[in-house]
T-cell receptor, first 111, second 114 residues
Framework: GDSVTQMEGPVTLSEEAFLTINCTYT??????LFWYVQYPGEGLQLLLK?????DKGSNKGFEATYRKETTSFHLEKGSVQVSDSAVYFC??????????FGTGTRLQVFP | DAGVIQSPRHEVTEMGQEVTLRCKPI?????LFWYRQTMMRGLELLIY????????DSGMPEDRFSAKMPNASFSTLKIQPSEPRDSAVYFC????????????FGDGTRLSIL
């Protein structure tokens, strides 16, 4: 069945460092791909999405490109801030109405 | 606009008691999802509704769990009897349509069963 694999965390960075969180997926067709972010004590929020191959989703300085050839959707940010500290979830949606989530990656940014 | 509203935010109760979690989705959203989040198992989909009708309840862990959606603006998730292993954060989410539309999450109910 469909699945999403994320890199294990926590990812620990200094402020202004470059961020990459890896995400790969398994799907039988052409899913839509998402990144959600969860701040402490809150629910998940959509960060960005891409619906077809080679699409780039972007929001708040974060970017991810839908790579069909490598079945990947890695999250990147050029310069992280302390306020970016959160848990990041990669997810996919294929032919059903459900989202398949990865296990989440905790990001900790220190000043 | 109001987002997804869940109540209570925190619930502490003793094993064996009935627990009812409540959710008000965003107005106009046709889909409602219930999730459970734990450190061990991550985020799990329990059940989801389309136009108030349960579509997939395969994630409901056992018969002690039940969910209802009596109208478009209200849903409940009930656990009876509750057990310590049910301790988790329970999230409700809604979306305007299914498929590739984003889901909007509430802030969750943190449930502790003693």
């Amino acid at each position: 069945g469909d699945s999403v694999t994320q890199m294990e965390g926590p990812v620990t960075l200094s402020e202004e460092a470059f961020l990459t969180i890896n995400c790969t997926y398994t799907a039988t067709g052409y899913p839509s791909l998402f990144w959600y972010v969860q701040y402490p004590g809150e629910g998940l929020q959509l960060l960005l999405k891409a619906t077809k191959a080679d699409d780039k989703g972007s929001n708040k300085g974060f970017e991810a490109t839908y790579r069909k050839e490598t079945t990947s959707f890695h999250l990147e940010k050029g310069s992280v801030q302390v306020s970016d500290s959160a848990v990041y979830f990669c997810a996919l949606s294929e032919s059903t109405d459900k989202l398949i989530f990865g296990t989440g990656t905790r990001l900790q940014v220190f000043p | 606009d109001a987002g997804v509203i869940q109540s209570p935010r925190h619930e502490v109760t003793e094993m064996g008691q009935e627990v009812t979690l409540r959710c008000k989705p965003i107005s106009g959203h046709d889909y409602l999802f219930w999730y459970r989040q734990t450190m061990m198992r991550g985020l799990e989909l329990l059940i989801y509704f389309n136009n108030n009708v349960p579509i997939d309840d395969s994630g409901m862990p056992e018969d002690r769990f039940s969910a209802k959606m009596p109208n478009a603006s209200f849903s409940t998730l009930k656990i009876q009897p509750s057990e310590p292993r049910d301790s988790a954060v329970y999230f409700c989410a809604s979306s305007p349509t299914g498929g590739n539309q984003p889901q909007h999450f509430g802030d969750g109910t943190r449930l502790s069963i003693l």
